[in-house]
């Protein structure tokens, strides 16, 4: 079984940073991309942030120039770095990853992250 295990969520003040973590274990063969989504209470999932094998990145507008995302490859982990952060980034971040010729994707189980004004 495939498991994403997240960590690095906490509180932090405006315009602080946080640093969070993703690393996959269990049987993968080959992974298309791993990323990042954030859902806020009453709002949908939003993707944050992702990296393709391939080596792009991609950002949603809200936080371009703020989070930084990179992985490790070899130990099928990935980063996101986030700075300046903002209350409206307060949401539950989750790791996500696609294989197998993007036919399978899994989810961890997410980690809070709160921005306090």
């Known amino acids: 079984q495939v498991q994403l295990v997240e960590s690095g969520g906490g509180l932090v003040q405006a315009g602080g940073s946080l640093r969070l973590s993703c690393a996959a274990s269990g049987s993968i063969s080959s992974i298309n991309a791993m990323g990042w989504y954030r859902q806020a209470p009453g709002k949908q999932r939003e993707l944050v942030a992702r990296?393709?094998?391939?080596?792009?990145?991609m950002y949603a507008d809200s936080v371009k120039g703020r989070f930084t995302i990179s992985r490790d490859s070899a130990k099928n982990t990935v980063w996101l770095q986030m700075n300046s952060l903002k209350p409206e980034d307060t949401a539950v971040y989750y790791c996500n990853l696609v294989a197998k010729n993007w036919a399978e994707e899994y989810w961890g189980q997410g980690t809070q992250v709160t921005v306090s004004s």
């Open positions: 990296i393709i094998s391939g080596g792009s990145r």
